[in-house]
């Protein structure tokens, strides 16, 4: 028994400095992605949204030509949504979620038509 609570603390500490680590380096990364339609080719001008689940700040990039965007300075170990709609397209998965693990993520939008 008492090493069984020696192992649960252990374990409390190692995420405790973990979590307390991320908060004072402030560690960020980013989300780049492409919104393509079904054929490949880019959906230009295509609104992406991200939104940080855990603290409720957003922000929005617009697609460039060929269909690219990027969010920088995204905390990590936070949990995002990443939407996109256009005028032009419909989604039936326009949104998708990340849990930031990694200092890049690289989604993939395709449209329906």
């Known amino acids: 028994m ?3 609570n020696l ?7 190692i ?8 908060a004072q380096l402030n560690i960020t990364g980013s989300v780049t992605g492409r919104v393509v339609t079904p054929g490949g080719q880019s959906v230009r001008r295509a609104v992406v949204h991200v939104l940080n689940l855990e603290t409720l700040e957003s922000h929005t990039r617009i697609a460039n030509d060929f ?6 300075d995204l905390p990590i170990l936070n949990l995002y949504m990443v939407s996109v709609e256009s005028k032009a397209h419909e989604f ?3 949104v998708q979620l990340v ?3 990694a200092l ?4 993939l939008f395709t449209s329906d038509n």
């Open 99 to 101: 849990q930031f693990t």
């Open 7 to 13: 192992v649960a603390t252990c374990l409390f500490v």
């Open 67 to 72: 269909g690219y965007f990027k969010f920088n």
């Open 92 to 94: 039936t998965f326009g």
């Open 2 to 4: 008492k090493f069984r």
């Open 104 to 107: 890049e993520h690289n989604l």
């Open 15 to 22: 995420i405790a400095a973990a979590v307390s680590a991320n």
